[in-house]
């Protein structure tokens, strides 16, 4: 999969409007959301960018090289969660990052967000892919297909927890396959 174009125009736009230099992605896959951002910041910005399939970022990879913007890539190939908890204990790190951007395994969405508050910026923004996960969230369960079930259950729990974190003020956007956009506010 990877992000739709018009979710990329969007997030493309909010990159702009925070003056975004300094970025982490977590979930790469092809490298389209990753190629968007790079695009976007500033020619010394940096995005530390975190997936354990670099197969799947080759794909992308003649992409980003041609777009001349590879250097503003640190691409690890890891679990995020490992990655992620080793930048926390660097204290420089904390409060750093104006922009995070989310689209991996769906179990971990949660997980992921307590790690990225303390990695991003008041101020700054996190965006989490896939949160209507096809429209499945708001459908009763026995509707869904069974290989879905997992992940729209992942999503929908993730979706109620986030409604109810005061750390963040949302906006949850019904283009591509739904943007979940969190403002850290504290």
């Known amino acids: 999969m990877g992000a739709d174009p018009d979710a990329g125009q969007l997030m493309a736009l909010l990159l702009k409007l925070l003056n975004a230099k300094k970025t982490i992605e977590v979930g790469v896959f092809t490298g389209y959301s990753l190629l968007l951002t790079a695009l976007t910041i500033p020619d010394d910005g940096k995005i530390i960018a975190l997936d354990p399939d670099r197969e799947a970022y080759e794909i992308g990879l003649p992409f980003i090289k041609k777009a001349g913007v590879e250097h503003k890539i640190d691409f690890i190939q890891s679990p995020a969660l490992p990655v992620l908890d080793k930048l926390l ?79 963040v003020e949302i906006s949850a956007v019904s283009i591509g396959d739904g943007f979940t956009i969190c403002r850290r506010a504290q």
Do not use: C, M
């Open 89 to 167: 204990e660097d204290d420089s790190n904390k409060d750093s990052f104006e922009f995070a951007f989310v689209d991996a395994d769906k179990d971990n969405y949660w997980n992921y967000h307590e790690r990225l508050l303390k990695l991003v910026k008041i101020g700054g923004l996190i965006i989490y892919d896939n949160t209507l996960w096809g429209g499945t969230v708001v459908w009763p369960e026995e509707d869904v297909p069974i290989p879905k079930r997992k992940n729209r259950q992942a999503v929908v729990a993730f979706n109620k927890a986030i409604a109810d974190d005061s750390r």
